[in-house]
């Protein structure tokens, strides 16, 4: 088993900034890729970014605002997110799998976080 605990979440004006913080724990070793979805009120979880144990990235449709990274550890990743809009607004969500793959989908991932809400306001 895998725990995903977020971290980071909060209230931001219009244009700024916030990082998110994900740290796996239990069978670490197990994880090939872990990354973040997003979920706004009323929508689909949203794919946002992914990073593998190479350090191998990917990303959704926030493509040059958000910059996904890992910590030293390979338990830790990190969610820089620039440049933050009302649309930005959601639960953050991390996620993990085992399989080999850089492209987190809701088929895929093996282990969920509890979220972390982000409200940017206007």
């Known amino acids: 088993q895998v725990q995903l605990v977020e971290s980071g979440g909060g209230l931001v004006q219009t244009g700024g900034s916030l990082r998110l913080s994900c740290a796996a724990s239990g069978q670490v070793f197990r994880m090939n890729t872990m990354g973040w979805y997003r979920q706004a009120p009323g929508k689909e979880r949203e794919f946002v970014a992914a990073?593998?144990?190479?350090?191998?990235t990917s990303r959704g449709g926030v493509q040059g605002r958000f910059t996904i990274s890992k910590g030293a550890a390979r338990s830790t990743i990190y969610l820089q997110m620039n440049e933050l809009t009302p649309q930005d607004t959601a639960t953050y969500y991390c996620?993990?799998?085992?399989?080999?793959?850089?492209?987190?989908?809701?088929?895929?991932?093996?282990?969920w976080g509890q979220g972390t809400q982000v409200t940017v306001s206007s």
């Open positions: 996620a993990a799998t085992s399989k080999p793959t850089v492209i987190l989908t809701a088929t895929n991932v093996d282990y």
């Open positions: 990073i593998s144990w190479d350090g191998t």
